[in-house]
């Protein structure tokens, strides 16, 4: 398996999605060989445990670590407007580091060279990022090759994005022996943007981790007790509209006085964010409290009253079922991907400011509106299709099909 965001090095929610994916595969007795481009003095999962041990003689998780500068979002959730090997069109929205397509040519040419040491069956390669690892690794052993699609250059940029990095992906798809899509509104824009053929896109939806829930006591909060708080969280760039959010606290703080609003993340919009508040007249309700891993994410969710996702485009949206795990309700746009299998949620269009301030306001006056989205999302979350085993077990079933397919064609 190829990703490129895994902690303790990760940006947003694919580093989320990459561990319970392997936790979930290691669970079915899949083993995984874990390929990643950046250096690690130790384990980047130190928690991961083998909750259903493999077979005898199944081969645990191994994760070889590259040395490379490379971090994912242009590092530390921190963005750059210059990408200095693609000499973007004037006006096109960049969120790489510099130097990113070396790093990436750097990767694959590894990829290649473990895929024709390491034993493996299948290649699984994450994003845009890891499909020429992807590519080489199949070059090298002939095995089927899945390429795991999580966000196109659309999503992240809004626009067409870099025309490097658009081929790149359309190349990664196109050549794949099978795609797995986080979504169908994901599957559907494959299909539309990159003429991928249906049949070859086999959709899984995320699941989340039971085991990560922190429901130790809460530390003591930047504000007084009952304070009703409304959370961001993710990263502060334009995919996840954080903006949206903005503007949609500035009208909720006329309606309810001792409201809180806590932003969590990084991100290039963040100074802008900062002079929005005080031009609102709200920059004494609102904490910007930058980016948060582990324990103190969950610890985010309970402390907050509501958790808003304001994204213009969510492929699938991890926030939506963490929110939800922790009893906090949520408020998510129409188009997510998560809006496809979560019932227990308000949705609204990610445009619509309006629509997201009563819904807010109402969850906040409202104490048995809160509860009854809270207990019934939390009960949601219980659901098989929610946890870590079935996504994996689905996953499992699209490595299968590849094989199959492969054997067919080595018959045939």
Known sequence: MFGWEFPPFQAGGLATATVGLVKGLLRNGVGVTLVVPFPVDRSPLPELRLLGAPPEGAEELRVHRIPSPLLPYGGAGLYTEVLARARPSPGVRQVYGPDLFAEVGRFTELARRIAATEPHDVIDAHDWIAFGAGLAARAASGRP???????????????????????????????????????????????????????????????????????????????????????????????????????????????????????????????????????????????????????????????????????????????????????TPIIMPRQAGAAEVVRHAFKVDYWDIDEMTNKVVAILRHDTLRQELAEGGRRELELPRFGLDEPARRTAESYARALHQAREDSAA
């Open 145 to 327: 090759l899945l390429t795991h699609i999580h966000a196109t250059e659309f999503d992240r940029t809004g626009g067409p994005g870099n025309p490097e990095i658009a081929r790149r992906e359309r190349e990664g798809l196109t050549l794949a022996d099978r795609i797995i899509s986080n979504s169908q509104r994901l599957k559907d824009q494959c299909v539309e943007r990159y003429g991928i053929r249906t049949d070859r896109v086999d959709v899984v939806h995320w699941g989340v981790d039971g085991e990560r829930s922190d429901r130790g006591p809460l530390p003591p909060a930047p504000f007084p007790a009952g304070t009703p708080v409304v959370l961001f969280l993710g990263r502060v760039t334009q995919q996840k509209g954080p903006d949206y959010f903005m503007e949609m606290a500035g009208r909720v703080a006329r309606y309810v006085p001792r409201v809180k609003f806590v932003l969590a993340g990084n991100g290039d919009m963040l100074p802008g964010l900062m002079q929005r508040a005080a031009e609102l007249g709200i920059a004494d309700r609102v904490i910007f409290a930058g980016g948060l891993h582990g324990a103190d994410v969950d610890r985010a969710y309970r402390m907050a009253t509501v958790c808003v996702m304001p994204s213009r485009s969510e492929p699938f949206g991890l926030v939506a079922l963490e929110s939800l795990q922790q009893g």
